[in-house]
């Protein structure tokens, strides 16, 4: 009974030792941290380069200087007291660009005329958000 024993705990222990053997040899030679370990031991980064295809590369290049992609450059956001990396400083409902250029409202001001309502619920409904009454067509 004694022998059976001895010969099944050498078994469990020869097949623990095959498999962690098979894991540390054969694995990725990759960290939890996404480096490589060298000789030493001793983790290194490794870059990381994305593949981009040729639309999406020109798309980065075209926004490169309007990180918010609402028209107008980060530099003149910056000069304007706007928020570069928002679509919508103040968050109305209209870009800033169309506040600016098309609606001459204040890309800053929720409500440009203070009635209450914001910029972009007026327009959506009609109403002239630079004042009271209706928009004109």
């Known amino acids: 009974m004694k022998k059976f024993l001895f010969i099944g705990i050498i078994g469990i222990i020869t097949v623990a030792l095959g498999i962690s053997g098979w894991y540390f040899l054969l694995r990725d030679n990759k960290d939890s941290d996404g480096g490589v370990a060298n000789q030493d031991g001793k983790t290194e980064a490794v870059p990381i380069k994305p593949q981009v295809d040729a639309g999406t590369l020109e798309l980065l290049k075209k926004f490169a200087d309007d990180q918010d992609r609402d028209g107008i450059k980060d530099a003149d956001e910056k000069a304007q007291g706007l ?3 928002e679509f919508d400083s ?3 409902g209209l870009s800033d660009k169309l506040e600016i ?3 001459k409202t204040d890309p800053l001001k929720k409500d440009t005329d203070g009635d209450g309502f914001g910029d972009g619920n007026e327009i959506i409904h009609g109403y002239n958000p630079l ?3 209706k928009l004109s067509q």
Do not use: H, Q
Request: glycine fraction near 16%; proline fraction near 8%.
């Open 101 to 103: 250029e098309k609606w």
């Open 90 to 92: 103040d968050f109305d």
């Open 83 to 85: 928020n570069p990396n």
């Open 131 to 133: 004042g009271a009454g």
